[in-house]
């Protein structure tokens, strides 16, 4: 059973008029908003990562369209024949995208992966860098020239500074303390003891998702800020990637920095001088792009 609560922003909201709906889907949460009658109504459920679990995230979409509608008293045949844009983690291609339109009854419906959304949220119609690290993690870049990711192909191959990253990252070094080859430290003691030793470390780790080795990543963090020696290595590193990927994509020095996500503005401290002197907040947060995008495609803005 999954569950919907109410979502509430912190960053400011960007104005979109006109009946539209949005999803933000991570691997971690996914957030939903729809725009009706003149209101926003907005819900916050479980991940949603389409090449982790397809038939899982179907269903953590439908049931959040079910709550949406719900919400806004109105019918789920009614709700599906808004204009709709999905930003789902997990779309990889367009075979992928196809495939969850071709499961939805939308009308009118775009679905992409979820870097577009992010990058529209940050920096709305402006040019700038984002580094959006949550479960996963990726960079893009805005300017005159167009725009530009790098990241995002997920666990195995990448996401580095993710927070599914860090918690895989924590575990192997827990590990190599046990073999003599790595220091140890308190936060890799402490997690070893609950998760049962080096057996339970790879017990763990055999069918662990994302979202599940994301769960370390605030202990890691906070550990950090508490001086221990492993986790500060671990966000250097991460800290470093990011810094190198800015500069892969052309950022400049007193260019905007916006850094989103759960874990991004927990990097701060780990980016160049100049690139912390760059920070400033996004303009609104994914789902924010989420929406203007979708507004766009009630426009016939984009197809």
Same mark, same amino acid.
Do not use: K
């Given at each position: 059973?999954?569950?919907?609560?109410?979502? &509430?922003?912190?960053?400011?909201?960007?104005?979109?008029?006109?009946?539209?709906?949005?999803?933000?889907?991570?691997?971690?949460?996914?957030?939903?908003? &729809?725009?009706?009658?003149?209101?926003?109504?907005?819900?916050?459920?479980?991940?949603?990562?389409?090449? +982790?679990?397809?038939?899982?995230?179907?269903?953590?979409?439908?049931?959040?369209?079910?709550?949406?509608?719900? !919400?806004?008293?109105?019918?789920? !045949?009614?709700?599906?024949?808004?204009? +709709?844009?999905?930003?789902?983690?997990?779309?990889?291609?367009?075979?992928?995208?196809?495939?969850?339109?071709? *499961?939805?009854?939308?009308? +009118?419906?775009?679905?992409? %992966?979820?870097?577009?959304?992010?990058?529209?949220? *940050?920096?709305?119609?402006?040019?700038?860098?984002?580094?959006?690290?949550?479960?996963?993690?990726?960079?893009?870049?805005?300017?005159?020239?167009?725009?530009?990711?790098?990241?995002?192909?997920?666990?195995?191959?990448?996401?580095?500074?993710?927070?599914?990253?860090?918690?895989?990252?924590?575990?192997?070094?827990?590990?190599?303390?046990?073999?003599?080859?790595?220091?140890?430290?308190?936060?890799?003691?402490?997690?070893? %003891?609950?998760?049962?030793?080096?057996?339970?470390?790879?017990?763990?780790?055999?069918?662990?998702?994302?979202?599940?080795?994301?769960?370390?990543?605030? %202990?890691?963090?906070?550990?950090?800020?508490?001086?221990?020696?492993?986790?500060? %290595?671990?966000?250097?590193?991460?800290?470093?990637?990011?810094?190198?990927? &800015?500069?892969?994509?052309?950022?400049?020095?007193?260019?905007?920095?916006? &850094?989103?996500?759960?874990?991004? @503005?927990?990097?701060?401290?780990?980016?160049?001088?100049?690139?912390?002197?760059?920070?400033?907040? @996004?303009?609104?947060?994914?789902?924010?792009?989420?929406?203007?995008?979708?507004?766009?495609?009630?426009?016939?803005?984009?197809?």
């Amino acid at each position: 059973m999954f569950s919907y609560a109410p979502l &509430l922003l912190n960053q400011r909201r960007m104005t979109v008029s006109g009946a539209c709906l949005a999803v933000d889907g991570g691997g971690t949460r996914c957030r939903f908003a &729809l725009m009706w009658d003149g209101h926003r109504h907005e819900l916050l459920g479980p991940g949603a990562n389409v090449s +982790t679990d397809f038939t899982q995230s179907l269903e953590v979409l439908r049931n959040g369209f079910a709550s949406l509608a719900a !919400d806004a008293g109105m019918t789920c !045949d009614a709700l599906y024949s808004v204009p +709709t844009y999905l930003g789902l983690a997990g779309v990889i291609d367009a075979a992928t995208a196809a495939r969850v339109a071709a *499961a939805l009854p939308f009308a +009118t419906l775009r679905v992409e %992966e979820d870097r577009p959304a992010a990058l529209t949220g *940050a920096l709305e119609a402006g040019f700038g860098c984002v580094a959006a690290v949550g479960t996963g993690s990726f960079l893009g870049r805005a300017d005159a020239g167009g725009v530009r990711f790098i990241g995002g192909h997920g666990m195995v191959l990448g996401d580095e500074a993710s927070g599914a990253w860090l918690g895989r990252s924590v575990l192997i070094r827990s590990l190599h303390a046990i073999d003599g080859i790595a220091p140890d430290s308190e936060l890799c003691a402490g997690l070893r %003891e609950r998760l049962g030793g080096a057996v339970g470390l790879i017990n763990f780790a055999r069918s662990a998702t994302p979202g599940q080795f994301a769960a370390f990543a605030p %202990e890691v963090v906070a550990a950090a800020d508490s001086g221990d020696a492993v986790a500060r %290595e671990l966000m250097a590193e991460g800290g470093g990637y990011l810094a190198r990927c &800015l500069c892969a994509l052309g950022w400049q020095e007193g260019e905007r920095l916006c &850094l989103m996500g759960g874990l991004g @503005p927990s990097y701060a401290r780990w980016l160049t001088p100049g690139m912390q002197a760059a920070l400033m907040p @996004p303009v609104g947060s994914a789902l924010d792009g989420a929406l203007t995008l979708a507004a766009r495609l009630a426009r016939g803005e984009v197809q």
